[in-house]
């Protein structure tokens, strides 16, 4: 009985240590989102400059992310989790010091941030395939497993407008140390708690892992490549919305420090507990996960339509961004699913790293896009999010599979 308790303790605290990897990524991001205009007077930087500090760490992440998800098919998971933890750590003292310290810090700041992008693809795609190795048999307890973790990036980003704004108004460049003490948790509980399983057999060699995964997208590509486009949406429309409010709410609704922290986490908080309750319901069922994902899609582009219109009313604005939040955070632990319960172990952590790369792609567009049409074409911009997804809600609708689970007999997806 004893036993039984310790390994189900033990088990506790590996999820919580994987848990703890995306939760750190997202707060090194998201973290910034609201502080961005204190580092434009800080720093006397362009609104499209501030948006680079994010947009860096994801340029980074997306080229990196493919070599990390083959490394760690190749040589183990937990091997490249800890170095790309430890240059997470190495980033932030970067562009905190280079922003204490020096006169002119821009330059050094984002390759603080390029470093701690490196970190972010070497750390947070892995967890996906990690989980799938742990619950290899099992899809429901993968299915929440998997929702665990995406709520554990999403409670990140609420947390993240909240302290971003409580460490900027006590030191402006605070925000940026703060991700390596965060970093610095979350390595010393990879080491403690994640026992990664042994591998029964050698993976395949380079050439023959290069035709494996030619093979896994020439016959399932489709559905695949209309995820991949999913997750890209979804990352645009909601860093971009993130970098819009974080600028309105200053501008239009006077809110500032820690008070615009908390009222920017309203929708993100819709988004976090969406994405626990999804994670919790698919179990497992590509019929549910495909429901899911165009309900949650007709929601998004529904809602997102309406937030240049009522930027200036405050109460709605806050309604449809967290319908728009609830939408997204549905999706996000379904599209984890569908493909991490779908791809067999050797490919795993290089499918999943394509998609989490797909998704970076989103993150790094969103703010300087936004900061391009938010004064000449805000509503326009808007409208063309929501036409766009109603096209990835038809294809879809018409490329995601319910039979097979999305799988072949030769080649699991």
Request: with cysteine; net charge positive; hydrophobic share 50%.
């Amino acid at each position: 009985m004893a036993d039984e308790e310790k390994e189900q303790k033990v088990s506790r605290w590996c999820l919580v240590s994987m848990a703890s990897i995306p939760l750190v990524m997202t707060l090194g991001n998201s973290m910034l989102i609201p502080v961005l205009p204190i580092f434009e007077k800080k720093v006397g930087i362009t609104s499209f400059q501030s948006s680079m500090i994010i947009t860096s760490y994801s340029l980074a992440a997306i080229f990196l992310i493919p070599v990390a998800g083959y490394l760690s098919d190749r040589f183990g998971r937990k091997i490249v989790i800890l170095p790309s933890l430890i240059l997470a750590l190495i980033g932030g003292i970067i562009a905190g010091f280079a922003s204490w310290k020096m006169n002119d810090p821009f330059t050094w700041i984002v390759i603080g941030r390029v470093l701690q992008g490196v970190g972010a693809a070497g750390a947070t795609p892995i967890i996906l395939p990690l989980v799938g190795d742990l619950y290899k048999d099992d899809d429901e307890k993968t299915s929440s497993c998997l929702g665990i973790i995406e709520t554990s990036n999403t409670f990140g980003k609420v947390l993240s407008p909240i302290l971003g704004a409580a460490f900027a108004a006590f030191l402006w460049f605070l925000p940026f140390f703060s991700i390596s003490f965060f970093s610095l948790i979350s390595i010393v509980l990879v080491i403690l708690f994640i026992k990664v399983p042994k591998k029964k057999e050698d993976p395949p060699q380079f050439k023959q892992f290069i035709h494996k995964t030619k093979d896994i997208f020439k016959k399932e590509g489709k559905w695949l490549y209309t995820v991949f486009v999913i997750g890209i949406y979804l990352m645009l429309i909601l860093f971009g919305v993130l970098f819009f409010l974080s600028d309105i709410f200053e501008k239009v609704h006077d809110l500032f420090g820690v008070k615009k922290g908390f009222v920017l986490a309203i929708p993100l908080f819709g988004l976090c507990v969406s994405s626990f309750m999804t994670g919790k319901m698919i179990k497992g069922d590509i019929s549910t996960m495909k429901k899911v994902v165009i309900f949650s899609l007709i929601l998004a582009s529904s809602s997102v339509v309406f937030v240049g219109f009522i930027s200036e009313k405050l109460l709605w604005l806050l309604v449809v961004t967290s319908l728009l939040g609830i939408a997204i955070g549905a999706i996000l632990p379904t599209l984890d699913a569908m493909i991490t319960e779908g791809i067999e172990k050797e490919e795993r952590g290089t499918i999943t790293s394509f998609y989490s790369s797909s998704r970076f792609i989103g993150v790094a567009l969103g703010p300087p896009v936004m900061s391009m049409v938010m004064k000449n074409y805000l509503n326009i911009s808007y409208v063309a999010a929501g036409g766009v997804g109603i096209i990835l809600l038809l294809l879809a609708m018409r490329l995601i599979k319910t039979d097979k689970s999305n799988k072949t007999e030769e080649v699991p997806v």
